[in-house]
């Protein structure tokens, strides 16, 4: 089907930044293409706003589905870890608008507001075409986008855009962490810095959001060793191997460290930075998030 082909990319962006999840925007996709398999072509004046059109609505629905599972999520949760390598983002539309702290900021949303926002900030759609996806009048449209981004404004944090020094300070990071230098990575934390870590129960991690540069640093540390790894891989079911990797890798737009351990990603770490230290930590280690990834960050 060449005309979906063609599409799929722009489709599975549109569904991933409505719902945060690969897996969920994959599956999404997916059904986009059988409803599509079912229309008639040539009766279809615009597909790529067909295409658009249905995707969305899966994707709110699947939202709607998502969302009452995440109430019982073990710990908090995190979006999960998108490739941007060039070679994957190439046809996406990829920029700010999956950066790992928006995403954050769109699940505090309802899904309507999300998907209002999503098509509107990131894609550009009208109006009236939105309000025709989620089936509303075009003046409540324009309402829900209005508070949606009031919302996220307020609540999204400020980061440093400059992609040289956030790969510089990415750098530091690593080299602290592997030596196990306290001072060096407290030197790197803003005041206030918080770690938010997402297991899901099915890895170890936080359970709560860690908060302080003493606090943040010893426990980076403190699982940052050759027991506690062994440990990690006991618990997702892997034997004990030596060889730990950490690369960077381009994630949600932005340098990040992927830890692998036999060729299986492990933890992936994605640092906020303003004002050249580091504000939030976002660890993800539920291994149902990562296992799209390769050791390089790509996708599997």
């Given at each position: 089907m060449?005309?979906?082909?063609?599409?799929?990319?722009?489709?599975?962006?549109?569904?991933?930044?409505?719902?945060?999840?690969?897996a969920d925007a994959e599956d999404v996709?997916?059904?986009?293409?059988?409803?599509?398999?079912?229309?008639?072509?040539?009766?279809?004046?615009?597909?790529?706003?067909?295409?658009i059109r249905v995707t969305s609505r899966l994707a709110i629905d699947r939202l709607r589905w998502a969302k009452s599972r995440r109430e019982s999520y073990v710990g908090p949760w995190l979006p999960e870890p998108l490739s941007t390598a060039p070679d994957v983002a190439e046809h996406a539309e990829l920029a700010d608008s999956v950066e790992m702290a928006l995403l954050v900021v769109?699940?505090?949303?309802?899904?309507?507001?999300?998907?209002?926002?999503?098509?509107?900030?990131?894609?550009?759609?009208?109006?009236?075409?939105?309000?025709?996806?989620i089936g509303r009048a075009e003046p409540a449209t324009?309402?829900?986008?209005?508070?949606?981004?009031d919302h996220v404004r307020d609540k999204r944090p400020r980061f440093d855009v400059d992609r040289g020094e956030r790969r510089r300070i990415t750098e530091r990071f690593i080299a602290a962490a592997g030596n196990g230098d306290l001072d060096g990575l407290i030197e790197l934390f803003a005041s206030e810095v918080t770690m938010v870590s997402d297991g899901g129960g099915k890895a170890r991690a936080a359970l709560r959001i860690i908060t302080g540069t003493e606090n943040v640093g010893r426990y980076l540390l403190s699982i940052n060793t050759p027991a506690n790894t062994a440990r990690f891989l006991a618990s997702i079911g892997m034997a004990p191997i030596p060889d730990l990797t950490i690369?960077?890798?381009?994630l949600n737009s932005a340098p990040a460290l992927v830890l692998s351990v036999g060729g299986r990603v492990i933890t992936v770490v994605s640092l906020l930075i303003a004002d050249g230290r580091i504000t939030t930590i976002y660890l993800i280690a539920n291994p149902e998030k990562i296992a799209h990834l390769t050791?390089?960050?790509?996708a599997g």
């Amino acid at each position: 089907m060449p005309t979906f082909e063609e599409h799929r990319s722009l489709l599975t962006g549109v569904a991933y930044r409505i719902l945060g999840s690969v897996a969920d925007a994959e599956d999404v996709v997916q059904e986009a293409w059988l409803r599509w398999a079912t229309v008639d072509e040539a009766g279809v004046e615009d597909p790529k706003a067909f295409l658009i059109r249905v995707t969305s609505r899966l994707a709110i629905d699947r939202l709607r589905w998502a969302k009452s599972r995440r109430e019982s999520y073990v710990g908090p949760w995190l979006p999960e870890p998108l490739s941007t390598a060039p070679d994957v983002a190439e046809h996406a539309e990829l920029a700010d608008s999956v950066e790992m702290a928006l995403l954050v900021v769109l699940e505090t949303l309802s899904p309507l507001e999300r998907a209002v926002f999503v098509l509107r900030e990131a894609f550009d759609l009208p109006f009236a075409e939105i309000a025709e996806i989620i089936g509303r009048a075009e003046p409540a449209t324009r309402q829900l986008a209005r508070r949606a981004r009031d919302h996220v404004r307020d609540k999204r944090p400020r980061f440093d855009v400059d992609r040289g020094e956030r790969r510089r300070i990415t750098e530091r990071f690593i080299a602290a962490a592997g030596n196990g230098d306290l001072d060096g990575l407290i030197e790197l934390f803003a005041s206030e810095v918080t770690m938010v870590s997402d297991g899901g129960g099915k890895a170890r991690a936080a359970l709560r959001i860690i908060t302080g540069t003493e606090n943040v640093g010893r426990y980076l540390l403190s699982i940052n060793t050759p027991a506690n790894t062994a440990r990690f891989l006991a618990s997702i079911g892997m034997a004990p191997i030596p060889d730990l990797t950490i690369e960077m890798a381009e994630l949600n737009s932005a340098p990040a460290l992927v830890l692998s351990v036999g060729g299986r990603v492990i933890t992936v770490v994605s640092l906020l930075i303003a004002d050249g230290r580091i504000t939030t930590i976002y660890l993800i280690a539920n291994p149902e998030k990562i296992a799209h990834l390769t050791p390089g960050g790509g996708a599997g």
